[in-house]
């Protein structure tokens, strides 16, 4: 819809500035919850950036994965067009989110911190981030949807790089920004409640996995790369639902059996 955004008389990407707003947004919330639980900001707040390192390079590893078999002969054959290829393109988020958790438990580790606590500041923020990643990527018309059926609000694009121009399309985007936004808000208020990192993750893997596996069946976009019959994220978040799914089922069991007099 809008691909780019003019100021001060220069053309800046919508999806880049989107992401840079979401990346403001996910840090001042950490910086606010680490600041009302009495946290000293300047011992934790590395994490964070541990976190966005691994989520750039996670997230890029795995949109490349799918095509990396088949170009490997290029790096014999012609080294600059094969570093070219993967220096450029896109990201995958499952690779983003599994790249930032992995980041953010080496910090721990050689920080010697607890994840709990660190962990209950940081998980809602995820989402956050992402609610803000996907309207940009409506507005620069990639991970774009399918042809609306009949009968559905579809949105047409007429400016789109990546899109098709013309065509009403299922507005996948916002739906998953939606989404993120609501697992946002839930996922603060159980952390005002007091639940860990290591509770908080599993809620959010487990409903964004679910909510992620059903999205896909409405996108359009070949480019996200297919093993089989499903979508490289749908198998991502299978995988997610079969670790996450029996730890929150493990813990909603201890909790009623502490309630139990």
């Known amino acids: 819809m809008a691909p780019y955004l003019v100021l001060f008389g220069r053309a800046f990407p919508t999806y880049s500035l989107l992401a840079l707003a979401g990346a403001a947004a996910a840090w001042g919330y950490f910086h606010w919850r680490l600041r009302r639980r009495g946290e000293n900001p300047g011992r934790t707040e590395q994490a964070f950036l541990w976190g966005v390192l691994g989520a750039l390079v996670g997230a890029k590893l ?3 994965l799918p095509q990396l078999a088949a ?8 080294p600059a067009l094969f570093s070219a290829r993967y220096l450029t393109g896109g990201f995958v988020f499952y690779g983003g989110l599994l790249g930032a958790l992995g980041a953010v438990g080496l910090f721990c580790r050689r920080r ?8 209950a500041d940081l998980v809602p923020a995820v989402p956050l981030f992402h609610a803000f990643g996907r309207v940009g990527c409506f507005l620069a018309g990639c ?4 042809p609306a059926p009949a009968g559905w609000w579809g949105v047409t ?8 121009n013309g065509v009403a399309l299922v507005p996948v985007q916002l739906y ?6 609501l697992l946002f808000l839930l996922l603060d208020r159980l952390a005002r409640r007091g639940w860990s990192g290591g509770q908080l993750l599993p809620v959010y893997l487990s409903l964004y996995g679910a909510f992620r596996f059903l999205l896909e069946f409405l996108r359009g976009d070949g480019a996200r790369g297919f093993w089989g019959p499903l979508s490289t994220s749908q198998w991502v ?25």
């Open 62 to 64: 795995l949109y490349l």
């Open 71 to 78: 170009d490997l002969p290029l790096l014999g054959q012609d």
């Open 112 to 119: 010697k911190l607890p994840f709990g606590p660190l962990g």
């Open 143 to 146: 991970c774009y949807g399918i």
């Open 157 to 164: 694009f007429s400016q789109a790089l990546l899109a098709p």
């Open 176 to 181: 998953e920004a939606a989404g993120c936004l």
């Open 237 to 261: 978040a299978l995988a997610t639902l079969a670790v996450a799914l029996p730890v929150l089922l493990w813990q909603q069991s201890q909790r009623n059996h502490q309630r139990q007099p």
